[in-house]
Nanobody
Framework: QVQLGETGGGTVQAGESLRLSCHAIGINFRLHNMAWYRQAPGQERVLVAAISSQGTTTYTDSVKGRFTISRDNVRRTVLLQMDELKTEDTGVYYC?????????WGKGTLVTVAS
């Protein structure tokens, strides 16, 4: 059974940093693409950053230069380092992967950025 568990959310002031972590079980982690999504209050869930099984990274434009996604295949963990946080980064952050064409999600971790 695929399980994704996010940690690291919290409340910070604008300009500060947070690091999110997602631990995965039930998949051959090193073979899977991983991603972080954000769902702001009243909005749809959107892709923030992704990292392929080969380590190629992509980011949505609003976080380029501020967020860094990385993976640790030994610890079966994907990280999202978030620097220079802005109020618009507020939302629930979800870890995502796919297996056999199906999406799997964690329960999410809340990030609140205060002005």
């Amino acid at each position: 059974q695929v399980q994704l568990g996010e940690t690291g959310g919290g409340t910070v002031q604008a300009g500060e940093s947070l690091r999110l972590s997602c631990h995965a079980i039930g998949i051959n982690f090193r073979l899977h693409n991983m991603a972080w999504y954000r769902q702001a209050p009243g909005q749809e869930r959107v892709l923030v950053a992704a990292i392929s099984s080969q380590g190629t990274t992509t980011y949505t434009d609003s976080v380029k230069g501020r967020f860094t996604i990385s993976r640790d295949n030994v610890r079966r963990t994907v990280l999202l380092q978030m620097d220079e946080l802005k109020t618009e980064d507020t939302g629930v952050y979800y870890c995502n992967t796919q297996r056999q064409g199906r999406d799997f999600w964690g329960k999410g971790t809340l990030v609140t950025v205060a002005s």
